[in-house]
């Protein structure tokens, strides 16, 4: 038989990374009949602006259309976080982008001139290692890799072996009579996030493994359809690479990032912070302000980044902020 290629070689409780994945967005209240009538959102002002300021003890920022675009600061961003840290406000930055660690994501901060320490930083894939990490993953499996070296960073930070990743962008299989793909019997899960690199070599590893290797894991950072890896336009999200594998195992996966309350458990666990007195700030209604809605937080909508006004107030639109603004900005132009 031809062989298609050569491999080249805290907590005291499991926590579930699908949380509260299903819920919709609180009602605020009831309609006559008896059905959840959707909360109108509020446009930032002076007078609301200072409530909220008043009544929040930890800002937690979404990235990619929040903090940047690609690699371009929005304007007024640094300002506006040094405005609130003067104020005695924690900042927590949570991103479901996963291509970068948290050691990476700190270097790409302080390269935009905000200082931002790892520690104030929780990144998908921290929560696709630490998933691992709190439910007991046996440190003699492997963990297959779709995604950058964020992830493969972390697991190694948490103790595990990583395969796959960027490495495997550059290989490419044969399909030809009688051809055989090997795979790493001692794969125990797969984790997929954003992955510029994906091709079939990939597609087929990790789908091998999820089918073939009893118990094998099948773990997504995030589930974003698409994102600002430039600038200038949105590209694909993990939630494309996640569909490719979900459909070809016929298996969905455990989601750990956003909305999932995954990465909150770890806030909770770090900061003691009673949700009611945080403010999720983010682009994305159906990540950023769900995750904020799901833990019981303020939700704070920016439109700089994936969701538009017309977006906000469509009638299709189930998810609705507490508050929103065109930018972070205009927190430091308002207050």
């Not at 104020?87 to 001139?113: C, D, H, I, M, P």
């Not at 009579?177 to 079939?200: L, T």
């Not at 999200?237 to 979900?246: L, N, T």
Request: charged residues 25%; glycine residues 8%.
């Amino acid at each position: 038989m031809e062989r298609c290629h050569e491999r080249e070689s805290i907590f005291p409780r499991a926590l579930s990374a699908q949380g509260n994945l299903e819920t919709l967005a609180r009602s605020a209240t009831m309609n006559a009949n008896g059905e959840a009538a959707k909360a109108v959102p509020e446009l930032l002002s002076p007078q609301n602006a200072r409530l909220l300021l008043d009544s929040t003890e930890a800002f937690l920022f979404d990235c990619d259309g929040v903090i940047w675009k690609g690699d371009k600061l929005i304007d007024g961003v640094s300002e506006t976080l040094d405005l609130l840290r003067s104020k005695g406000k924690k900042l927590v930055f949570v991103t479901n982008n996963s291509s970068k660690s948290r050691r990476q994501y700190a270097e790409k901060f302080n390269s935009l001139g905000i200082a931002v320490s790892e520690d104030e930083i929780f990144s998908s894939s921290f929560a696709a290692a630490m998933f691992l990490k709190v439910n007991d993953f046996p440190q003699e499996k492997k963990v297959y890799v779709i995604g950058g070296e964020g992830i493969l960073e972390e697991l190694q930070l948490a103790g595990f072996t990583g395969l796959g990743g960027p490495e495997d962008g550059k290989k490419t299989v044969e399909l030809k009579s009688n051809c055989f793909f090997e795979h790493d019997k001692s794969v125990g899960a797969v984790v997929v996030g954003i992955d510029p690199y994906i091709n079939y070599y990939k597609l087929q590893y990790g789908t091998l493994c999820i089918r073939e290797n009893p118990g094998c894991l099948f773990i997504a950072t995030n589930l974003d359809a698409v994102g600002h890896m430039t600038d200038l336009q949105e590209w694909p999200g993990a939630g494309c690479m996640v569909g490719a594998i979900s459909s070809s195992t016929e298996k969905k996966p455990m989601v750990v990032g956003k909305p999932s309350t995954f990465m909150m458990d770890f806030l909770l666990q770090k900061y003691h912070i009673n949700t009611s007195k945080m403010c999720m700030v983010g682009d994305r209604l159906d990540t950023d302000i769900l995750f904020g809605q799901n833990a019981g937080c303020k939700t704070l909508l920016v439109l700089s980044g994936v969701t538009t006004q017309a977006i906000l107030q469509d009638p299709s639109n189930k998810i609705q902020p507490d508050y929103y603004t065109s930018k972070l900005s205009d927190f430091l132009r308002i207050l």
